[in-house]
């Protein structure tokens, strides 16, 4: 039997019956356009991840959510969130009680202050998009993302609760469902975090930032280009030089190209230099071109030469000639040899 507020005890409805019901009424809403996220648990444990572990662990911490999150992991485990969506600062879900109950979340974008402080400490400790996402990073990163007061989850305070339920508490069982969901769905989609605290997760990569600390010379030792690429294992550009030094080497290499095409007079030679014009060079503006000669985002580029989408910002945002190791110079040059067609082909494998 179920408590149904003040009105009384409702008649008991058997998981199995509420289940098909939901179900169908499931099934209605996705006629209607509506896409629909059912939460799915194996066994007895909700969260397997370090972000879904994390998330819960946090919600359970606190005394106000200790005593009345147990009452929904029943009804997580069982099917009963038929549906739960995660946009910027908003958890949107349905849960299967003696009812179809809609439930609201409004969670507090992350401060500007407290993301800043989180990117700070976090500088030159995470390599890779898909190291951050992983949660394969140290104890000491795992202790300033999970930090209860200054890390990336909510506080209760900034949490707003609110489901059409008949129930007086403020977490009802299906609010609690919910935000155990939440944690089985970061298992599987754990950047959602940082899209429901307004974040961009890309800026804990450690290469940008450190990049930025590593030149500003505040008590840190200066790191070569080439150390940070083997480091972060991200391609990096090349060092802006001097102008100075750039007009010399200029001017150094348009004598050399002039007495190369003096030398270069047999018809052999000069297929050769066809050939050498034909050759990709790996610029950050050849890039940015043959990028969007393919019509394709950073990502689905990152994908194609198989490298990561952090790493295509990085090419693309620099100057001059990319310095890259010789497997991505050896990928990026055979992309470059295809057409659109081929391009958007080989992505779809």
Not at 192 to 208: G, H, K, P, W
Not at 209 to 234: E, P, Q
Request: with cysteine.
């Amino acid at each position: 039997m179920a408590y149904g507020g003040y009105g009384g005890w409702s008649k008991y409805v058997p998981v199995a019956k509420r289940r098909a019901k939901a179900v169908k009424a499931m099934q209605k809403l996705s006629k209607k356009g509506q896409k629909i996220e059912p939460i799915k648990t194996e066994g007895r444990k909700i969260a397997r991840t370090f972000w879904g572990e994390a998330w819960c662990d946090h919600l359970e911490k606190f005394s106000d959510y200790a005593n009345r999150l147990p009452r929904g992991r029943t009804y997580v485990r069982n099917g009963s969130v038929c549906h739960l969506a995660i946009s910027k600062g908003k958890i949107e879900a349905i849960v299967s009680g003696s009812e179809l109950y809609n439930i609201d979340i409004d969670i507090t974008p992350l401060s500007a202050r407290k993301w800043k402080k989180v990117r700070d400490q976090c500088a030159g400790q995470i390599g890779s998009i898909l190291e951050l996402l992983q949660g394969r990073f140290s104890d000491n990163v795992m202790k300033i993302v999970t930090d209860p007061k200054n890390g990336l989850f909510p506080q209760p305070r900034e949490i707003k609760l609110a489901c059409d339920c008949p129930d007086w508490a403020e977490m009802c069982k299906h609010i609690a469902a919910v935000l155990y969901g939440v944690g089985a769905r970061l298992d599987h989609q754990p950047e959602l975090l940082f899209l429901l605290r307004n974040v961009d997760q890309e800026a804990l990569i450690s290469a940008e930032l450190d990049v930025a600390s590593a030149t500003s010379g505040k008590g840190k030792r200066r790191l070569a280009t080439t150390d940070l690429s083997n480091l972060f294992d991200i391609d990096m550009e090349e060092p802006v030089k001097p102008r100075r030094e750039k007009v010399a080497v200029r001017k150094k290499a348009i004598a050399k190209k002039k007495a190369a095409v003096k030398k270069k007079t047999s018809k052999k030679t000069a297929k050769k230099k066809v050939a050498v014009k034909k050759t990709f060079t790996p610029t950050a503006a050849a890039v940015r071109r043959l990028r969007k000669q393919f019509e394709m985002n950073s990502s689905q580029f990152a994908a194609l030469v198989g490298v990561s989408p952090p790493t295509v910002g990085n090419w693309e945002n620099g100057s001059g000639k990319l310095k890259l190791r010789q497997r991505t110079l050896e990928a990026l040059t055979q992309v470059a040899k295809l057409t659109p067609q081929q391009a958007r082909k080989k992505l779809k494998r």
